[in-house]
């Protein structure tokens, strides 16, 4: 097998391809191009969304040219994949405003130079289409029995599907067909529940431009899918209690993310190690080997360097030691500024707390306290009539409170 695809099958990145065997001659015999899509349908990506765009890097970095296709003409109808219900709408302007801010994360990650790495939008060719045209051309090619026999068409046909979603698998199909003429795009890559759309591309390539066997060996296309990742307890990697782990920190803290990655169970620390950064596998074994809270360090620090930049991953790593064991820097923990005067008044437990936003209500709070989850500085806190002042304060005027086990707010007095 290929070098390249030996790399994505050793840490984790292949569940099937349209046809290995050519695929991996296509690729010893020179560089190929390839691509990766996603639908802008809102403003941030989230972790989940970017397995294809390390497994990107990876091909990038075996001499292959990748395509990160943003999908602003595709997001106007919503992939039915994976998806239990038909996806809200939402503006065309607000799909644009989308793209922007993806390409601006996908480019701090991937390094977009327009050579070796460069982003398409979709609504470059799909935006001004002739239904009538495209139905002509493009939809003769596909089988009705046969789109139905695929998994995300099939799941979704129990609580229903609408009829602009059954077009998603020809517009993604004409995307491949599209990049293949366009740039020699020969390969498409992303998540096993893309497998039906992935598919129906490389056949679309055959019918529309094969014909002889030579024509056919010119054209031909592959599709190479990956695991969807789930965490070792069976749910879906990238979700919290919160929502998804977003890469936008506006969206989710730079503390909060690398907290997610520092508290994975340590059965997915190797897993994620290969998955989400691009330590040699040697190493990464030696790492897992050690102290399992050393290892989820190293994997929090890793990950969040490699999406929010190594000056914020030093932030988070001072807050996270400060937090759990004191050492550290404890200016970069969750900070929330309340007014020394409330304080000095005397502020129940319940309300400080609730101003920190470490309960969404105040009985959650009540509840926190009551089952001896929460602490101020160091302290369990059991009375929810306790009453706090300044004069509580530690040593450089401040309050560390702790929530459960993996939540801290420092409260700083203004």
């Given at each position: ?33 390839f691509y990766v899509g996603c639908d802008p ?152 529940d893309q497998w039906g759309n992935i598919t ?215």
């Amino acid at each position: 097998m290929n070098a390249a695809l030996e790399t994505l099958k050793e840490r984790g990145f292949y569940q099937q391809c349209t046809d290995v065997d050519g695929l991996s001659a296509r690729m010893d015999a020179g560089p190929i191009t390839f691509y990766v899509g996603c639908d802008p349908t809102g403003p941030s990506l989230h972790i989940g969304h970017m397995v294809p765009f390390f497994a990107l890097r990876h091909l990038r970095a075996a001499g292959n040219t990748g395509i990160a296709l943003i999908g602003g003409g595709t997001a106007r109808i919503g992939d039915p994949s994976g998806k239990t219900e038909m996806r809200k709408m939402i503006s065309y302007e607000q799909i644009d405003e989308n793209v922007t801010h993806i390409e601006k994360q996908l480019d701090r990650f991937i390094g977009f130079d327009g050579k070796t790495a460069y982003t398409e939008n979709n609504k470059n060719w799909l935006a001004d289409l002739n239904y009538i045209d495209f139905l002509r051309d493009i939809g003769s090619c596909f089988s009705v029995n046969k789109m139905l026999t695929f998994e995300a068409y099939k799941q979704r046909l129990e609580k229903g599907l609408s009829f602009i979603e059954f077009n998603y698998q020809l517009l993604q199909s004409y995307d491949f067909l599209n990049l293949h003429q366009r740039h020699d795009c020969v390969l498409q890559i992303g998540g096993d529940d893309q497998w039906g759309n992935i598919t129906a591309g490389v056949d679309l390539i055959r019918r529309k431009l094969g014909g002889t066997t030579e024509l056919n060996k010119l054209h031909d296309c592959f599709g190479l899918t990956f695991p969807l990742v789930t965490r070792s307890d069976g749910k879906k990697m990238g979700k919290t209690e919160k929502g998804a782990i977003f890469l936008d920190p506006a969206m989710t803290s730079v503390f909060d993310f690398f907290q997610y990655w520092r508290n994975v169970a340590d059965p997915d620390v190797r897993k994620f190690l290969l998955l989400f950064t691009f330590l040699p596998v040697s190493e990464i074994d030696k790492i897992v080997a050690g102290n399992i809270n050393e290892a989820k360090e190293r994997l929090a620090y890793e990950v969040t360097a490699l999406i929010h930049g190594k000056d914020e991953a030093d932030k988070a790593m001072a807050g996270a030691r400060a937090a759990f064991s004191g050492a550290g820097d404890k200016t970069q923990m969750p900070t929330v500024e309340i007014a020394k005067a409330a304080l000095s008044a005397g502020m129940g437990v319940i309300d400080l707390f609730f101003e920190a936003k470490l309960g969404n209500t105040k009985s959650d709070v009540r509840r926190l306290i009551q089952q001896g989850g929460a602490s101020v500085n160091g302290k369990t806190i059991a009375d929810v009539k306790a009453v706090l002042t300044d004069k509580d304060a530690d040593d450089s005027g401040e309050f560390v409170l702790k929530a459960g086990k993996k939540k801290f707010v420092r409260v700083v007095l203004k």
